[in-house]
Each structure stands twice: as C-alpha cells, then as structure tokens.
C-alpha cells in the first residue's frame, strides 16, 4: 500500500490552512487515502519534512498550502531525489491566497476536487498525463533596500535587499494532472 504525506501550512492563506485541515482530512479519510498528516510549524520546515518522507520511503508528498508550501515541498523532495533512488511524487491541494503554481499546474481549486484528485491517484504517476516546464527558466524576487522584506504567502523570501533566485530546470519536474483537467 503507497504511503502518502499530507503536509498542510496552517498559516497559509491566512488562517486558512488551519481551517480547512480538518475538511482535508476527513475527506481523503472518506476517499479511501490512508495517509499521515502534518502541519509544518515554521519557515523551511516543509522543505525538511518532505525531504524526511521521501528518504523514509512515502510515494507522495501533498503540500496544502500556497505558493510557498509549495516551493518548499518540490525543494525538499528536490534534495530527497539527489539522495536516494527513491522517487516520490508531489500532490497539491490550495488552501493558500494566490495559489499560482497550483493554477499553472491545473490543480482544481475547490478543495473537494483536489481531494478526489489526491485519493485517485494514489501515489503513482502511472496513467496520468504530465506537465513539463518550457517557458520559465529562472525567477528573480528582490527586497526593497532598506528594511522591507519580500513576501509571498504570509513567508518571508528575503530580507532588506537581499534577492532570491530560483532556477527552474525545463523538463525535470512533472506534475501530476487529471485527465479531465486538460482541456481548461
């Protein structure tokens, strides 16, 4: 039986993450998932926590946050996948506010499809269509000089002039989507 992690951000969305975990959970326990469920507890802490589930063996890692739970959970998973040959897949339910990646990705943003999208596709990529990343090939996020940071999803990028640079590598990351989704 796949193993499946549920990592969900309470303060995504402000507030709403914590909210809306019991909904989550309540409804992949009535879709049939057998899965564990966190909430990550500070800045980084998805990252570690994903990365922790890939090296103990899970198949999916579900980050239900925003953006940055998001980031977090591919980074870890990203780090996981250079460590060891296990393969874990990346699961999305938006409970954040802009929730751009998921929107990109086609994730349903109601959470109830998501969940039937998580519980359908228990932890494997087999017979689901992938998206590939072609057009951004690296983004930059700048702090005001100063004292201002940059925010993203109620998290903190960086800090007083400081830059953040993401590289995002075309081809390497596939995302899961359902076959009904494909033609929005």
Do not use: W
Request: proline share 4%.
């Amino acid at each position: 039986m796949p193993k499946n992690l549920i990592l969900v951000n309470p303060i995504a969305g402000r507030g709403n993450g914590a909210k809306l975990s019991p909904s989550i959970e309540t409804t992949l326990k009535h879709l049939g998932l057998d899965f564990d469920l966190r909430h990550t507890e500070f800045a980084g802490h998805a990252i570690q926590l994903a990365e922790q589930a890939a090296a103990h063996g899970y198949d999916l890692v579900v980050a239900a946050g925003g953006d940055s739970t998001a980031n977090e959970v591919l980074n870890g998973l990203m780090q996981a996948a250079q460590n060891s040959s296990h393969e874990c897949a990346m699961g999305l339910i938006s409970v954040g506010r802009g929730n751009d990646f998921a929107f990109g990705a086609r994730v349903p943003a109601k959470l109830q499809a998501a969940c039937i999208t998580i519980a359908s596709m228990k932890g494997t990529q087999a017979g689901h269509p992938t998206m590939r990343t072609d057009r951004v090939a690296q983004v930059t996020v700048s702090a005001l000089k100063g004292s201002l940071p940059a925010h993203a999803d109620g998290e903190t990028l960086c800090v007083a002039g400081e830059s953040l640079q993401a590289r995002i590598v075309p081809h390497a990351l596939q995302i899961m989507i359902p076959q009904e989704n494909l033609n929005q």
